[in-house]
């Protein structure tokens, strides 16, 4: 069974650092395209980062860039998103997919997880 499950949300205060998870089972990462995206009540699911499949080249939205990274341990099948500087507005779900590219439209993945919550308040 394919199954995408992420981690590591939290409260945390402006400023601060999360590290979230997406553990996959049932399928290798190592073989797929991963993107994180989040999304807040009444507003489009946004895209955050990716991450491709071939070279493990990274991508970010310019609302992230410099501030979260992303990255794979093929050895314990997770993708990985780091999150430092932490804004408010970064308050969201977030959750992880896989698909065979990377892609800004969560459409494009065949797979996705459950969503974890991040909360930046002080």
């Known amino acids: 069974q394919v199954q995408l499950v992420e981690s590591g949300g939290g409260l945390v205060q402006p400023g601060g650092s999360l590290r979230l998870s997406c553990a996959a089972s049932?399928?290798?990462?190592?073989?797929?395209?991963i993107g994180w995206f989040r999304q807040v009540p009444g507003k489009e699911r946004e895209g955050v980062s990716c991450i491709s499949r071939s070279d493990s080249s990274t991508f970010y939205a310019d609302s992230v860039k410099g501030r979260f990274t992303i990255s794979r341990d093929n050895a314990k099948n997770t993708v990985y998103l780091q999150m430092n500087s932490l804004k408010p507005e970064d308050t969201a779900v977030y959750y992880c997919?896989?698909?065979?590219?990377?892609?800004?439209?969560?459409?494009?993945?065949?797979?996705w997880g459950r969503g974890t919550q991040v909360t930046v308040s002080s």
């Open positions: 997919a896989a698909g065979s590219f990377v892609s800004w439209y969560y459409e494009e993945y065949n797979y």
């Open positions: 049932g399928f290798t990462l190592d073989n797929s395209a």
